[in-house]
């Protein structure tokens, strides 16, 4: 099993910025991969960003260029800095993990609201 635990969620106005952290009982060195999901209101759940397990960085396109994911040395930290938030941001963020065997463990979310 691996353990996650998102923060830093909250409100902000447009145009603001939020940092979620992830933390994780597994270091990234022993995970396929791990990074971010969310849902907005009303909506499936949709990939935002992920590290590959050396570290390497994938984007969605609607947060390309506004987002940045990155780690702690240790691997066990993952923090999202959400920069130039807009409405369309807000939902439920969730931290995924892969395991090296292909399984997902999901945190329980943190709400990010973003008003215009």
């Known amino acids: 099993q691996v353990q996650l635990v998102e923060s830093g969620g909250g409100q902000v106005q447009a145009g603001g910025s939020l940092r979620l952290s992830c933390q994780s009982s597994?270091?990234?060195?022993?995970?396929?991969?791990i990074g971010w999901y969310r849902r907005p209101p009303g909506k499936t759940r949709e990939f935002v960003a992920r590290?590959?397990?050396?570290?390497?960085?994938t984007y969605s396109a609607s947060v390309t260029g506004r987002f940045t994911i990155s780690r702690d040395s240790a691997g066990n930290t993952i923090d999202l800095q959400m920069n130039n938030l807009s409405p369309e941001d807000t939902g439920e963020y969730y931290c995924?993990?892969?395991?090296?065997?292909?399984?997902?463990?999901w945190g329980q979310g943190t709400q990010v609201t973003v008003s215009p």
């Open positions: 597994r270091s990234l060195s022993g995970l396929n991969a």
């Open positions: 590290l590959d397990r050396g570290g390497s960085p």
């Open positions: 995924k993990a892969v395991t090296l065997r292909s399984d997902d463990y």
